[in-house]
């Protein structure tokens, strides 16, 4: 079956602007995360979701960032006003829950660059 | 609070040679851990896990690791290395209740032919 997808693969942006990044997880996966990896480093936490809510948004690094899912289903991370040090891979992922020895399975990921 | 340390951020060996990556973890919690592996433009994919039910784990291409409490490592081996296996590799842990995985810094493991 399709893996986690995540659009666009690519973004550029410039410094001040508005963007937002689409997962959309496996299907009949409850639990989705996003990380953000920057360049040399392991990917950092961001937020979980449990179904609709977040479960846990204690990685966001500032209230410029924001992240829903709706549905529990698509989720989609907003990020304003956009900083060069936002420039990162964001990372997203899914897994049949919110259970530590379930695997998380990751999207491609996208690569923004704040110019 | 859980965290993980991976010593050395390149490991170059020769092609048939033991692959050797370590991981030491912190925990306050009893622990699962995770190696991962990325390919250049590619996901993150799960090589193997460790969920308390045996120290040895065993993965894909020819991957395994051991849980080792004393030692608080989880180090990952492969007895001959490969040229499909150059990629980076993380190690993640996370604590029972099993939401956010914290990575390390990754290791980029190279092979000479």
């Known amino acids: 079956g399709a893996g986690v997808s995540q659009t666009p693969s690519n973004k550029v942006t410039e410094k001040g602007k508005y963007v937002e990044l689409r997962c959309d997880p496996i299907?009949?996966?409850?639990?989705l995360y996003w990380y953000r990896q920057s360049l040399g480093q392991g990917p950092e936490f961001l937020i979980y979701f449990q179904g609709t809510g977040a479960a846990d948004d204690s990685g966001l690094p500032n209230d410029r960032f924001f992240a829903v899912r709706p549905e529990g289903s698509v989720s989609t991370l907003k990020i304003q006003r956009t900083e060069r040090g936002d420039s990162a891979v964001y990372l997203c992922?899914?897994?049949?829950?919110?259970?530590?020895?379930?695997?998380?399975?990751f999207g491609p990921g996208t690569r923004l660059t704040v110019l | 609070a859980q965290s993980v340390t991976q010593l050395g951020s390149h490991v170059s060996v020769s092609e048939g040679a033991l692959v050797l990556l370590r991981c030491n973890y912190s925990s306050s919690v009893p622990p699962y851990l995770f190696w991962y592996v990325q390919y250049p433009n590619q996901g993150l994919q799960l090589l193997l896990k460790?969920?308390?039910?045996?120290?040895l784990v065993k993965g894909i291409n020819g991957f395994e690791a051991e849980f080792k409490k004393s030692e608080t490592s989880f180090h990952l081996t492969k007895p001959s290395a490969h040229m499909s296996d150059a990629a980076e590799y993380f190690c993640?842990?996370?604590?029972?209740?099993?939401?956010?995985?914290?990575f390390g810094t990754g290791t980029r493991l190279a092979v000479r032919p």
């Open positions: 299907s009949g996966h409850t639990a």
């Open positions: 460790y969920t308390s039910a045996a120290t």
């Open positions: 992922a899914s897994s049949l829950s919110g259970t530590g020895v379930t695997e998380q399975f």
């Open positions: 993640a842990v996370t604590g029972s209740s099993g939401d956010k995985l914290t």
